[in-house]
């Protein structure tokens, strides 16, 4: 049978939503897109879906490349506009930082002693939304799932107590290291969500670094 979710959308994505109106659908009926009546502010707009399969969601989808970067997105796009570290589906987006990455770059960080660990982190709608609130401790986030390996947790936590710098790769990471912490600022392992929003004042307990994309 079809699976049924509320999904958020992009508005300027979809055409302006009307209850009920049937936005696509297969020609066999194997699966539909039906906007739903709950219709969100805050340039989100909540869809139903009623699907089938998911290679039928990959059908009707298309890569989320920035406009500024390139209007079309192209099947290669699938491909390339990855950081070359992914491995598991489920972000709505490339994280902008891992982009920066290459494996030539690995390369040089092994030669100057540099270690990495890697955490899963499903970037989030919420990293398209506006703050709309002059008070930030009642804008609310969008949750994302975040997946810390007890290896990863032991190698960071390793490098915390040896005396070395912890250097996250993007916002979401730091999001991620700051959201389960013990009382020593130690990473706890998990595989939780987490709609920590993170603004001044803060002290972090966690990276002394980020690595970040162009804001």
């Known amino acids: 049978g079809a699976a049924e979710e509320i999904v958020p959308c992009m508005e300027g994505v979809l055409p302006k939503l009307e209850a009920e109106d049937r936005l696509y659908e297969f020609s066999d009926g194997g699966w539909s897109l039906i906007a739903d009546d709950l219709i969100q502010a805050k340039n989100l707009a909540l869809v139903k879906l009623l699907i089938f399969s998911a290679a039928a969601l990959f059908a009707l989808g298309q890569t989320p490349i920035p406009e500024w970067v390139k209007q079309t997105?192209?099947?290669?796009?699938?491909?390339?506009?990855?950081?070359?570290?992914?491995?598991?589906?489920?972000?709505?987006?490339?994280?902008?930082?891992?982009?920066?990455?290459?494996?030539?770059?690995?390369?040089?960080?092994?030669?100057?002693?540099i270690e990495k660990t890697f955490i899963t982190v499903h970037m989030g709608i919420g990293h398209f939304r506006t703050v709309d609130v002059e008070d930030l401790s009642k804008h609310r986030m969008d949750g994302e799932r975040i997946i810390i390996s007890e290896q990863a947790a032991s190698e960071i936590n390793r490098t915390k107590r040896s005396g070395h710098k912890i250097c996250a790769v993007g916002v979401t990471v730091i999001r991620a290291l700051e959201t389960y912490v013990t009382t020593n600022h130690e990473v706890r392992p998990t595989d939780t969500w987490t709609n920590k929003f993170i603004f001044p004042p803060y002290e972090f307990s966690v990276p002394d670094a980020?690595?970040?994309?162009?804001h």
């Open 210 to 214: 980020i690595v970040s994309n162009f």
């Open 73 to 113: 997105p192209t099947e290669r796009d699938a491909e390339e506009f990855q950081t070359i570290f992914a491995t598991h589906e489920g972000a709505v987006s490339a994280p902008a930082a891992g982009l920066h990455f290459s494996r030539e770059l690995l390369n040089r960080m092994i030669l100057h002693d």
